[in-house]
């Protein structure tokens, strides 16, 4: 089992590349490797180019000396799906499941990659984590949603590997891997995610995510069970 963390983003909203920002005593990309690393035989980091090699490279070895699988990097492409299709060139043939991160959620516990991983093994295509709703959605040209109808989608996703090749054979671009998979036919389920599985977009988010590691209510590190 492999996983993806993509990061090559620009962080246009947050004004800069916030996956390098600092969050405790490492950065935002850190946390969200190790979390993956921990469960994982290894972790392909998809960054710009420009992060790959140089002054400005990011060095894999924090993350990789957390106890778990083995962290290489790899320049990404124009788009998300671009970037997640570079991964996947870098992930062993023999992967029977392929899991996708976003490298700007530093706080994904154990136990939402647990759940994920299960439901695969269980038969499903895919897994996504999905947490509710809880403000009213409303649509721009009036009326309000039934927001009981509708979830919020986080990361880390599960996949069956092949299943998840053949979904990016085509080029398509998508905001997540499991749009490309139903769209191709496959099972998605969904688990239950975790609140404080926050994704860093703007400069606040940063420091909720801080005062949840402060608070210690950041991570749920069972541990994985790396197969």
Known sequence: MWAIVVAAGEGHRFGGAKQFQPLGDRCVIDWAVQGAARCCQGVVVVLAEERTVGKDAWSP???????GGSVVVTAGGVLRSDSVRCGLSAVPGDAGIVLVHDGARPLAGDAVFERVVQAVRDGADAAVPVIDLTDTIRR????????????AVQTPQAFRADILRAAHAAGADATDDATLVEAAGGTVTLVAGDSRNLKITEPHDLAVAEALLSNGEGLDTGGGDGG
């Open 61 to 67: 070895a924090i993350a990789a000396g957390s106890g």
């Open 140 to 151: 721009r040209d009036g009326g309000t949603v039934d927001r009981r109808e509708l979830v």
